[in-house]
């Protein structure tokens, strides 16, 4: 990860985890169950809501989404720090393939998956 | 978001997303649905897995995994542009909340849930 | 559970599963994340959808949502079995908490989830 | 479905939406966010488990966890009705490809994924 932001925050959540001796449970496997169940509570607040409503939320549920936001977040760095991948490295990464895959004259204003043109 | 990385990252995205004409479809609705459907897919790289294999992947795997972790880095950053929401900065937040929650002291070692302790 | 088709199919994927000697993997906690894959798999088909058009699928896209609700099936019922969780009867048990949770002269037309009720 | 205890879920949980007049938010988008979000709740109880403990609950755990388990197989029933989808038919048909997908002999005590054998 480039030195910034998400380097201090891994840094400190490292810390968090080491002092409450909780890295024996930090498994790359049981934080990918970690990050789905918030991902799970962030959905939670979305479900009932037209896609309209969810784009215009009260300041009080905007933050509680905020906080969840902040758990995948906090849950995804943790498994960078575990597997030794670098999240900002590898999302650019992932844009350019995502950019050979949907070509923009193809897709425009189409949201199929790429699986789905043939 | 402090100005770096993530800054640039999220400045990319949305580049990417108004070229193809899919700011309509994301709406912080659709886009919660694609970040936890991402989340899916990476906990089927794990699902079978001991712990300890999580944590020893081969090169293959490992690389498979950091593009889901991208695609869930990339899911995050739409959402909170959509929303307005500085993601590192209420991880820190979050982080404060933890720390009140679990206080080294009294959950060193100990996995349960804030909710399980009275 | 009641003796009728879960029964019967609660018994063929427990012959399925030990013909193949895969009853080491099947702990609560792997299936589990073998369940939300599965739901993380079934969020993909509607992701980008507007609730009207999920309503109203194609064929083909019909049929692979099935295909998704039967595997969140298969391994729901593999985790009643190995938790000894009688299913349907559960399923009634939770209706009669739902009921009481949320009368239906206060909640009529209204989604909001119970503790947001106060 | 088949005329069992599946059929009479059914029936019970459409006359509960509709008593609430909630049928207008149960879109096919909707309902796959709220068993998705089920399936995250489920993970939670057993993300900091090892796989032994994960069979081993205390009763307390147990009955939390079949809460979890009745709520899923309520969404999923809601969605087979909205969808018009015979789920143990489906799951048959599912076992079926399954069957094929993986020989015993060829996937014993092997629990990678079918695109995994080449």
Do not use: C
């Amino acid at each position: 990860m480039s030195r910034d932001s998400l380097d201090d925050l891994n840094s400190q959540l490292l810390a968090f985890a080491r002092e409450r001796d909780w890295e024996q449970f930090h498994s790359p496997k049981n934080l990918s169950m970690a990050l789905a169940g918030e991902a799970g509570e962030l959905l939670e607040h979305f479900q009932w809501l037209s896609e309209e409503a969810s784009s215009n939320l009260s300041a009080e549920k905007r933050d509680a989404v905020a906080l969840e936001l902040a758990d995948i977040l906090i849950y995804l760095i943790r498994l960078g720090e575990r597997l030794d991948i670098d999240l900002v490295e590898t999302a650019y990464r992932k844009m350019g393939i995502n950019q050979a895959r949907y070509p923009k004259e193809q897709v425009r204003g189409d949201a199929r998956r790429a699986d789905e043109y043939d």
